[in-house]
């Protein structure tokens, strides 16, 4: 999976899955918008986030810059589908019972805390 940055000429910073390049255009995987806040530093916003479409396609128009992320941008990118997965998995412990909430969430800290080889 390789992670490219996409300068937009309105000014948005976004990082996602390359998909290639056809004539004209960009087409984008799972594309994240990268913001600076003052005090918090970088924290990333789905860029599709009230859509069902994985990908997009952006017009060379539109694209100032595009490039190969570089490692802040990955990992600020992974940090965030990270945490994506950590809500949906708590919004599913809402359906169950306490005993079963409790044993899931006693394997989801396990699985956390185990040495992976």
């Known amino acids: 999976m390789e ?25 984008i995987e799972n594309p994240v918008q990268l913001k600076i806040h003052p005090t918090e530093g970088f924290y990333a916003q789905s860029w599709l986030l009230f859509s069902k479409e994985k990908s997009v396609i952006i017009d060379d128009k539109d694209i100032l810059m595009i490039g190969e992320a570089n490692q802040r941008a990955i ?37 956390k805390e185990a040495t992976k080889h």
């Not at 940055?5 to 004209?24: E, R």
């Not at 994506?84 to 409790?102: A, G, I, P």
């Open 75 to 111: 990992d600020c990118y992974n940090s965030f589908f990270e945490d994506v997965k950590e809500r949906q998995f708590l919004d599913e412990l809402e359906n169950e019972s306490e005993e079963d909430m409790e044993a899931s969430l006693r394997a989801y800290i396990d699985s």
């Open 3 to 27: 992670l490219i940055h996409i300068k937009l000429k309105n000014g948005q910073d976004l990082i996602g899955v390359d998909l290639g390049n056809t004539v004209g255009c960009c087409n």
